[in-house]
């Protein structure tokens, strides 16, 4: 049978998209087909080159055309888009061409901390200042609007009253390695 095909789609550090990578690598059905990132000095370029993954480095202009990515994943036969750490908006005809088929995981229980300019440290910034005793991580669909896709799964770990910004990227990381790829895999295979 034809695997499920997966674009991974990242612009940073890319410890996400290494787990899932590393996580789908010798599974028999889904194949991650190439990584897309938009920054050719990220590190998970040299991530994906060293493990193997074909690579496609783009530019902005070419992530905003409403072409670009459509015609690219149609041509490599791509079935799902994950976003592992992907910081540019995703173009409407994307997600038109793709309902329900494009993944992000977000740093927060959403729908707290969504939306514009809530990423990276900026959400555990926000949780702090909002006194919150918990936080998390949401697995869901891109849709039009930031961070409103339908939730897939979300999981929480508790804050302590002494956390720092960094305290808690370290522990929603930790989150995000644990269930990132199992729920995509949940998720795409129907199980
Ligand atoms: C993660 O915290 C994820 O929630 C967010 O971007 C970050 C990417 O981290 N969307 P990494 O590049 O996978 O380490």
Same mark, same amino acid.
């Given at each position: ?88 908006? !995703?173009? &409407? @005809?994307?997600? *038109? ?8 995981? #977000?740093?927060?229980?959403? %729908? ?48 302590? !009253?002494? &956390? @720092?910004?960094? *305290? ?8 995000? #390695?644990?269930?990132?790829? %199992? ?9």
């Amino acid at each position: 049978m034809k695997p499920i095909k997966i674009a991974l789609f990242a612009s940073g550090t890319g410890s996400n998209a290494e787990t899932i990578i590393r996580y789908f690598e010798h599974h028999s059905a889904v194949e991650i087909v190439f990584v897309l990132s938009n920054k050719s000095h990220a590190p998970i370029v040299e991530k994906a080159k060293s493990l193997g993954v074909s690579l496609i480095i783009c530019n902005n202009q070419q992530v905003e055309d409403e072409s670009y990515l459509v015609n690219l994943c149609k041509s490599q036969d791509i079935d799902y888009i994950i976003l592992a750490g992907f910081l540019r908006k !995703i173009p &409407d @005809t994307l997600i *038109a061409f793709y309902p329900e088929k494009i993944i992000n995981i #977000h740093p927060s229980l959403l %729908p707290k901390f969504g939306g514009a300019g809530m990423y990276g440290k900026f959400v555990h910034e926000a949780v702090i200042a909002a006194h919150e005793k918990e936080t998390g991580i949401s697995i869901h669909y891109v849709s039009e609007e930031f961070d409103s896709g339908r939730i897939i799964a979300q999981f929480s770990v508790p804050i302590q !009253i002494d &956390d @720092t910004v960094e *305290a808690i990227q370290e522990k929603v990381h930790q989150l995000e #390695h644990q269930h990132f790829a %199992p729920t995509i895999e949940r998720e795409i295979l129907d199980m």
